[in-house]
């Protein structure tokens, strides 16, 4: 009796619109290994909303098989569900120096102790249970990023996470071509491979054609000098801090996030900071404007950041002045365009310069366009191809790059968050659904607000609210007092006295022609309130506030 | 005794970011002409708000003085507004024929009649008063496009319109060089030059582009066609139609705003319809698949436009299916990225191939890049220059462009919205600034939703509402029937009732604490209420319902 050989499951357990960005869940022989628990931020329609997690409870059920999550590396959405994550499942966590570093941080605001946490070097293999899980070194839009090889009985299986291919990185360590090539060659069962970029033709330029640009910029400034970047590129944080050094300027950092990461860096050696580099925020102003540069968050135009509170004059330290120079070292993720543009416009208006990407090459992506994949596809030759880290229309995109280069059709699909595709040295099929989704945080509350909520949210926020207060009598049912009314969001009060008094007159017809007809039924005389009042202010101002009708017996 | 010559009065006084796109005012011996009436849309933060539209108490309060309205192109951010505006002051319109063809169709649907429009050719003169307008052809993506020359006593004004320059545009009909030429020469002494693209180097490209490019795409598909673009780009229209004709496809059209303009363009003779070409929406199934192209609203990815509801199977008539060829033949408008990715991955999902502008050259912009701004720049010769239709960091750049290109860097200047511009020959100065803003029309209000009911929104929006009842009783101050609470928005409440509970003791408490304090004012006991209830789910949630307290006496 031959027993059949095990298959490997492969499920994409994390993203909203894109497949697979935040969480992948790979399973073997009745054992689980996790790739990433990262966090999405909402959709313009979650209104209130923090930031979305993924559904873990497949996990949750399958507490027992899993042996480990592996973080590919330090970006939010690949490490920021985590503190939610680890307060349900007690496992192991695995990921480079720097990755790591960022976890720990993370976790100690959420005041999570006791996790292990395992930092690697990239190169290091974990063997744990049935898998083997390398970290192969790729470049990115942080230091430490790294590929992963997961070696079961079912053949191997390459992870891209997020990569870009660059000849020159600043930190002279360049993605693991020849461990790539070596995996190709003995043979990959099923690639997983990033499709942020798969509509770009061409090649992602290296991370220090930013160098030469700040360089550029920086010695020809007379006037202070402030770059917004991601405080996480902390490869972008050392060119700034060196153009500003060769250039004869301090370096001060502003915003709180960019203060925790270099703090992190610098600690574990990622970042090489001159002697006497730095100064205090708070001590700028003791400087020649030409003497400093400042280094904030706030890239994306957010609210809250540095950067927007000192183009909105409401930054305690730094106030913009004519003549500063401040350079956006950033390109606005979609649905940000807005929020940067219009801090650009208040920072013009303040007399600043500034300079953004569709004026000067002072970005580059972190993720591989056209040929950077093409090389990625040719190098690991897969039998079996799934496109990741991408909406549809960015996977579709990659499958058809993917069958240019000679895969068979056959052989390449797209999944879905939630959808199980098992395979073996033959085959690859679908088989399923897991329960998957998305977990909206708010505050506090971790997936308390859902499409209830929401949908009071959306209606709220178009037309705001009535809230309509009556008291009838126990006896009789007739109006003993009221009917008051509130409003909120609907239409400015004060000018609008008639539609509020005419109102009360529809509310009171209304429950006068409950009473004639000896209608009584609470519910019912709510309904009533609701319908007539409804349709009245709609006839009057073709809105639809939402309706509270209150009643109170007396 | 020697009478000081007039000067001429220049105010942009309507657009949101963008300075003077919606309306500009010039203003000469006690005579007012306006420029376009056009509207805006809301920003995210005017929730629930349908159009903004500008505020013209100005031109009220100087009714008498106004000589006419001239339209420089049919856009909805130039003539949008014009109903509204209507509905307020008598004055004559002007524009050219398709501008004044779109605007009768939204007059009629405002039923507004009784205002005299009137239809002009590119090349006209109208004498009013003591200004004479003369129309002056450019191109863009809609027909009829007019920059406009003011003749005053103080000199010529020269307003570009929106404009680009095509050396082979659909109709033949290229902007008029040599007029704009003539005028330069004869000296011109302000130009208002139109600044959206300022930040594109080069040049655009020829309308008569993505004609090759549609029937390219069109000669290889045997599949179903459907082409999404703007309904007022006629010219993309016509070439849509042009390529379905050669390759023996028939037309239908979708979208209410498609069918409308086509009719208008069609009437007017802006569009050539090759016999028997159009066929009807509803018939389109009868035809086979590679016979058939339709052109579709929605390429911004509207909600509610027809593209849109196709894609989400809402159509009443088409159903996307396996093999559709659809095609964006237009550019995402800054804040639209997410819509049309929405729907583009809704389309690939059910089987259809998308061809959008990162994967095809389907469509270009109608707007000058630098290379035709300096064209018109130099062609021009303007004494003065002041940059209009763009955010500041738009105007900025054109500021810059102009003196790069040899003006008096004292001679450009910058106006917001409502401010006063006061030229003659010599000087341009700012002169104070008249009453000006945004409207925000919400239903068939108009300007009755201001910052307090959007402020109300967005707190409602964020985290929802709790409406407290407690009924007190006249003679003590105690608590004789509540507190009910009822909250929508806020958590959902059948898993929340233990949070809800834990409300009412807190309200219980605050009554107490002022009873006690023999504090029986209302608006004491609501701010009470208030504040205790908002710190105690403050503490449990992190967050901040709006909280209405509600008292009854008994």
Same mark, same amino acid.
């Given at each position: ?6 298959? =490997? ?25 996790? @790739?990433?628990?990262?966090? $999405? ?27 480990? @999550? ?119 069962? *099923? ?21 030469? %640009? ?17 405080? $996480? ?7 700034? @801090? ?52 400042? @280094? ?43 929020? =940067? ?33 093409? *090389? ?58 897991? $329960? ?39 006896? %009789? ?78």
């Amino acid at each position: 009796m031959s027993r059949k050989p095990s298959k =490997v499951k492969v499920i994409p357990l994390g993203g909203m619109q894109e497949i697979g960005k935040n969480m992948t869940v790979i399973e073997y022989k009745d054992e689980i290994i996790v @790739i990433d628990s990262g966090l $999405s931020f909402p959709e313009d329609e979650m209104l209130g909303i923090d930031i979305v997690i993924p559904d873990i409870s497949y996990l949750i059920k399958n507490r027992e098989k899993i042996k480990g @999550i592996f973080l590919t590396h330090g970006h939010e959405d690949h490490i920021g569900a985590l503190p939610y994550v680890l307060k349900k499942l007690d496992v192991p966590v695995y990921g480079a120096k720097l990755t790591i570093g960022l976890v720990e941080v993370k976790l100690k605001e959420h005041r999570l102790n006791n996790v292990s946490l395992n930092a690697i070097d990239p190169g290091d293999k974990i063997k744990t249970g049935n898998f083997e899980v390398e970290f192969i070194r790729v470049n990115h839009s942080i230091p430490d990023a790294c590929a992963l090889a997961i070696t079961t009985g079912a053949g191997v299986i390459f992870h891209t996470g997020d990569f870009k291919i660059d000849y020159t990185p600043i930190d002279g360590k360049m993605m693991d071509f020849h461990r790539i090539a070596e995996l190709g060659k003995k043979g990959v069962l *099923l690639m997983m491979g990033e499709s942020t970029n798969v509509e770009r033709a061409g090649h992602t330029l290296s991370e220090s054609l930013v160098g030469h %640009t700040l360089d550029e910029i920086f010695s020809e400034a007379d006037s202070r000098i402030i770059v917004a970047t991601f405080a $996480s590129n902390l490869h972008r944080v050392q060119q700034i @801090i060196n153009a500003a050094h060769k250039n004869g300027r301090k370096v001060a950092l502003s915003g709180r996030s960019m203060l925790n990461v270099v703090n992190v860096g610098t600690n574990l050696g990622y970042l090489d900071i001159p002697k006497d580099c730095f100064i205090e925020l708070r001590d700028v102003n003791r400087y020649p404007d030409n003497e400093v540069v400042l @280094i904030t968050t706030g890239s994306q135009g957010e609210p809250l950041a540095a950067l927007t509170r000192m183009a909105s004059q409401e930054h305690r330290q730094i106030e913009i002045k004519q003549g500063d120079l401040v350079v956006f070292s950033a390109h606005p993720i979609p649905g940000n365009e807005k929020l =940067v543009s219009r801090v650009i416009n208040q920072l013009f208006e303040r007399g600043a310069e500034v300079i953004y990407e569709s004026l000067s090459e002072i970005h580059v992506s972190g993720h591989a366009c056209q040929e950077e994949l093409k *090389l990625m596809h040719s190098l690991v030759k897969p039998k079996f191809f799934v496109p990741v880290h991408g909406e549809y229309r960015h996977l579709k995109q990659h499958m058809d790059l993917a069958i240019r280069l000679g895969m068979n059709p056959e052989n390449t699909l797209t999944l879905t968050n939630g959808s199980v595709l098992e395979l073996d040295k033959d085959s690859a099929k679908l088989a399923g659904k897991v $329960s998957s989704g998305n977990i909206l945080v708010d505050g506090l509350g971790v997936g308390d607000v859902g499409n209830i909520v929401l949908r009071d949210r959306k209606h709220l926020s178009e037309d705001g609210l009535m809230v309509v207060v009556v008291t009838i009598s126990k006896s %009789t049912g007739a109006l003993v007092s009221g009917p008051d009314i509130i409003s909120r969001g609907f239409v400015y009060v004060r000018e609008s006295e008639d539609l509020m008094d005419k109102a009360k007159d529809v509310v009171k017809k209304s429950l006068e022609s409950c009473e004639s007809r000896n209608v009584r039924e609470w519910s019912h005389l709510k309904n009533n309130i609701k319908d007539d009042l409804r349709n009245y202010l709609y006839e009057q101002t073709k809105r639809n506030p939402m309706i509270l009708p209150i009643i109170m017996e007396a």
